[in-house]
């Protein structure tokens, strides 16, 4: 890189600080005072509530408990429930929200180390979003104010935390939300004991049962894969169902690990949902892609089957996810995995369906759910010139657009006009690879074609991302699949639904993937980054500074 390059790259750091300090003043690092720690008098919520995040034993496996940690509510104003709390679980209380509620929350980080709540799918202010500048020290107290402006739809909370983001989820630091408004309701969709969780998360417990994180620079980047399968905190999950529709709301809450969720009997799956969103009609597919920060609302009917039979829901195998090289190492207990653990795309069962129950009436499937206004290249302002997302992965360094998260920067393109539509694109940058590291190497090689990438570590560390943006949901317009890796990609492709709202979409190898959205409403810094938890932490994570 040449001298005048970054100076230039630093010019713009630098003024890009220059705005973010003036407009948040004090915000930025060490500044307790700046944190809003209480209430604002103006501000009249609907629902009021008291969070803390603690460290606790509960049980999980048989035998020893296991030391977690954990989010705990207590409802101080709103409908009853507003807040359920899971019983011996380390998953967070549900929070279930109604569109246009104005909801305050009281977070008490009583851990021994900084935290911050993040409410992953829900559209609120800057200030509340749970950016990681607003990490508070053990002992302190945020208060979160935010208005429910997001459609009925799934979403979930969880730790933000500085660096810390993914050791606090893998302890147990999240929680589901579920918003509803007046046009679901409109819908008889199942409800009460027919709308339940599914969270899915993947672990590794010790033979004292106590979790096992991964803390190698090696393993961190091809992200922790854990070998015991929790559903909604719990392993070797079932379900007693009656013969009638259910709506299991699917959260990939894994640090890592992707789902390709199907029937072991290739009956299809049907969804309702995706990402904080009704789908416009229901999909039916073979199987659904389920990557980490995901969420897919399931229409499960178990109609017309025997009382006492059993359906086994399963991750199936799928390929492609990985660098090439870490699949080669597979059951050698290679890369990204814990001793004799589960490798990414292995297929293993999530949850037993016990039918047991016989009812006479179920719910039939709406052939329309809600109304979706597409977005078009009319809609946005910047068709023939995309916002770039490019995703790079130097030796031991995921990076977006050539760079690492940095609290207080933003480059030129990260600045977005308040109230514009843009069109943005997602891709594996490899130039980028060429150009940030790759210079010197280049001149050696004398221009020999596509051996850079190789070389610099590009295609051989290309791997499968799950890029999350904060705020508003998106709506997938494109996606292109260039490159060698094709065959791989069709154990994929017939999984994922872009007919919704997302808020994150997985960006397979060799894929480029083209997105709308708005950024309406707030002003200030939004991220967007890898929800690969590993990589977030490792810095693939940068900012839109919307003004
Ligand atoms: Cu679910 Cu920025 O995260
Ligand atoms: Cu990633």
Not at 163 to 168: D, I, K, P, R, V
Not at 315 to 342: E, H, N, Q, T, Y
Request: glycine share 10%.
């Amino acid at each position: 890189m040449s001298i005048r390059n970054n100076n230039r790259r630093q010019f713009i750091q630098l003024s890009a600080l220059g705005v973010a300090s003036a407009a948040f003043p004090g915000l930025l690092a060490a500044n307790p005072g700046q944190i809003r720690s209480r209430a604002t008098p103006g501000f009249k919520p609907d629902i009021e509530l008291e969070m803390s995040s603690r460290s606790v034993n509960v049980p999980i496996l048989n035998g020893p408990k296991t030391r977690v940690q954990k989010y705990y509510g207590k409802l101080l104003k709103g409908p009853k429930n507003a807040l359920v709390a899971l019983k011996d679980n380390y998953l967070g209380p549900i929070i279930n929200l109604e569109k246009g509620q104005k909801v305050r929350v009281y977070f008490d980080n009583n851990l021994s180390e900084p935290s911050v709540i993040h409410w992953h799918g829900l559209h609120v202010p800057q200030k509340s979003d749970g950016h990681p500048m607003y990490s508070i020290n053990a002992g302190e107290r945020f208060v979160y104010e935010f208005e429910v402006m997001n459609r009925a739809g799934t979403s979930f909370y969880h730790s933000h935390s500085h660096e810390l983001t993914a050791e606090q989820v893998y302890k147990g630091l999240a929680g589901m939300i579920t918003v509803t408004d007046e046009e679901e309701q409109k819908l008889d969709l199942p409800s009460g004991e027919y709308d339940l969780p599914l969270v899915l998360q993947d672990r590794s417990f010790n033979r004292r049962n106590q979790l096992q994180y991964v803390h190698g620079m090696h393993s961190r980047m091809m992200g922790f894969l854990g070998d015991t399968i929790l559903v909604n905190g719990k392993p070797d999950a079932e379900f007693a169902v009656k013969t009638r529709a259910y709506r299991f709301r699917a959260i990939n809450g894994s640090n890592s690990r992707i789902y390709k969720l199907g029937w072991d009997d290739g009956t299809p799956l049907t969804a309702i949902g995706t990402d904080a969103g009704l789908l416009e009609k229901p999909e039916t597919r073979p199987y659904l892609m389920l990557a980490p920060g995901e969420r897919i609302d399931l229409w499960l009917d178990f109609s017309g089957r025997k009382v006492g039979s059993k359906l086994v829901m399963y991750s199936l195998p799928f390929s492609g996810a990985m660098p090439p090289m870490a699949s080669k190492m597979r059951g050698r207990g290679g890369m990204g995995m814990m001793g004799g653990g589960l490798a990414q795309g292995v297929k293993f069962p999530v949850a037993v369906f016990k039918v047991s129950e016989k009812v006479s009436d179920s719910p039939s499937l709406p052939k329309r759910l809600v109304k979706i206004d597409r977005f078009s290249n009319r809609d946005v302002d910047n068709a023939s010139n995309p916002l770039p997302i490019g995703i790079s992965m130097k030796p031991m360094r995921p990076l977006l657009n050539g760079k690492s998260f940095s609290m207080d920067k933003v480059m030129d393109f990260e600045r977005v006009k308040l109230d514009s539509i843009k069109k943005i694109k997602i891709f594996h940058d490899h130039g980028m690879e060429k150009e940030e590291h790759g210079e010197k190497l280049a001149k050696k090689m004398g221009g020999m074609k596509g051996g850079m990438g190789m070389m610099g570590g590009g295609m051989m560390l290309s791997m499968a991302h799950p890029i999350h943006l904060h705020g508003q949901q998106f709506q997938v317009v494109s996606r292109k699949i260039g490159g060698m890796r094709q065959r791989e990609y069709k154990t994929v492709s017939e999984g994922f639904i872009d007919s919704g709202w997302k808020d994150t979409v997985l960006v397979m190898p060799g894929e480029e993937i083209e997105i709308i959205k708005p950024f309406q409403n707030f002003k200030g810094l939004f991220l967007y980054h890898c929800h690969n938890l590993e990589h977030e932490d490792m810095g693939m994570m940068r900012q839109f500074y919307i003004s």
